[in-house]
């Protein structure tokens, strides 16, 4: 079946919706037809079946249940129409969206669209109707085949997601632990978007001092400051029609979060040294390993700001919640140090497999893998035993400070920074080098501290 035999039911409250889907559907399909009240749903399809239902997520009506999408898609569900029923929601809406799914829709679209996306996905709609079959992910060049790797049902809660909200262009932040695959997922959003054949650039805001933030991530004129000593673009031109991913969005001070907020709003970059704006089309991913209650904070961290970047947030769970995986990440690493170090097939044992299964994992899935690589290194034979398994002490030691020194420690950190700031007279960029930290890390633990 083509589009062009295609026959297609819009349902949305909003006539100018209306017009638009059947101005732009009309010379594609062999039919459109377009309904205002949902309550007439149930007729329209006592009258005739659809390839392809489009069904707004929000209706000023008198179900009022605050997601008449979902509500008016078991109805036509109820009705045995054997549609494919395509979500129209807003970006407000994107988790209900994701849940519509669960409960049989087909897709979602969202607000306001690209037309040729619409169309993409009304013919892969047309098309899976025809097949009766299930649509696949790309296969052979996939991360998810490669590197992000999970069997555990939170892990293929987030795959589900990320296969959902990718092809769309809402900011996404990534909240998880330290090395639990933060990049890895930001990677696969970017993989899965209608953005992949463009730039994916990565930035460690946490990393950048406020003199750096600017010129970074902005970019800068010849002569703007003492080494600028050519034009520069900077990171949202580089990823300009492509992805930025910002890492450790939690990290930068409330300074650079106003910097990064304008921006976002305007959509324009100024380098410095420059008052010509330059206009950016940027799909923003941010990570963080700070909970969202932490972030909530607004003596840390901007409400408005955090508004702009998590349209959709992603929860990616620590290693020692993901059962089997464990085992599975084992396996894959163990793979990859065999070949590249030349070593014979290799296999875990009961006593190895236990071992795996039982420890915490501070450092997640980079501290296994460093675990495997370094028993791959080490391993004589064809088995890698629990004697061969051997953890960081330096991630145990920093749990075991975690929980048994927290206090004593933050009172020797109070002193000590109290002492260095004495030192030098009050000078925070000398007293920050002195203490081996940036100033922005400095004035985070004055804040913290009170001082």
């Known amino acids: 079946m083509s589009l062009k035999t295609a026959s297609i039911l819009v349902i949305d409250d909003d006539v100018d919706v209306l017009t638009a889907v059947r101005l732009l559907l009309k010379p594609e399909v062999k039919q459109i037809v377009t309904e205002k009240n949902p309550e007439n749903i149930r007729s329209i399809l006592a009258k005739q079946d659809f390839d392809v239902i489009l069904l707004d997520m929000n209706f000023n009506s008198s179900i009022n249940t605050g997601n008449e999408g979902i509500f008016w898609l078991k109805k036509i569900k109820e009705f045995r129409s054997s549609a494919n029923v395509i979500m129209i929601t807003a970006y407000g809406d994107i988790d209900l969206a ?20 619409l169309i993409a996905t009304i013919k892969e709609a047309v098309r899976q109707k025809e097949s009766k079959g299930s649509v696949a992910p790309p296969s052979g060049t996939s991360i998810f085949e490669k590197e992000l790797l999970g069997e555990s049902e939170v892990m293929q809660d987030i795959f589900y997601k990320i296969q959902k909200i990718a092809p769309t262009d809402a900011n996404i932040l990534i909240l998880g632990e330290n090395g639990t695959g933060k990049e890895l997922i930001a990677k696969a959003i970017h993989q899965f978007s209608l953005r992949v054949t463009k730039p994916f650039i990565k930035v460690d805001v946490g990393a950048l001092t406020d003199s750096l933030f600017e010129s970074e991530l902005f970019g800068h004129k010849k002569g703007a400051f003492t080494d600028a000593r050519e034009d520069r673009a900077g990171r949202f031109e580089s990823a300009n029609t492509g992805t930025l991913f910002l890492d450790e969005i939690g990290n930068i001070s409330l300074h650079q979060q106003a910097k990064l907020l304008s921006v976002l709003q305007n959509r324009q970059v100024t380098r410095l040294g420059s008052n010509e704006p330059v206009p950016i089309d940027i799909r923003l991913i941010c990570a963080t390993n700070l909970p969202l209650s932490e972030l909530a904070n607004e003596s840390r961290f ?31 690493f163990i793979k990859i140090y065999r070949a590249k170090y030349l070593k014979p ?47 960081s002490p330096i991630e145990s030691a920093l749990v075991e400070v975690d929980e048994v020194e927290q206090s004593n420690l933050s009172a020797i950190e109070k002193n000590t920074i109290l002492k260095v700031i004495e030192k030098n007279n009050g000078n925070i960029s000398k007293a920050a080098k002195e203490l081996g930290i940036t100033r922005t890390a400095l004035y985070r633990r004055l804040s913290k501290y009170d001082l």
Do not use: C
Not at 104 to 110: L, M, T
Not at 360 to 367: A, D, L
């Open 98 to 117: 994701i849940r519509s799914l669960k409960e049989g829709a087909f897709d979602f679209i969202v607000k306001p669209w690209h037309n040729e996306k």
């Open 302 to 332: 901007r409400k408005d700001l955090i508004y702009r970047i998590n349209t959709v947030e992603i929860v990616v769970p620590p290693l020692r919640k993901r059962g089997s995986d464990i085992l599975l990440l084992a396996n894959h």
């Open 345 to 391: 097939e290799m296999e875990l044992d009961k006593s190895a497999k236990e071992k795996l299964l039982g420890y915490h994992y501070p450092g997640n899935v980079r501290e296994l893998q460093y675990a495997i690589e370094r028993a791959v290194i080490m391993a004589d034979g064809n088995e890698l035993t629990a004697r061969d398994i051997l953890f």
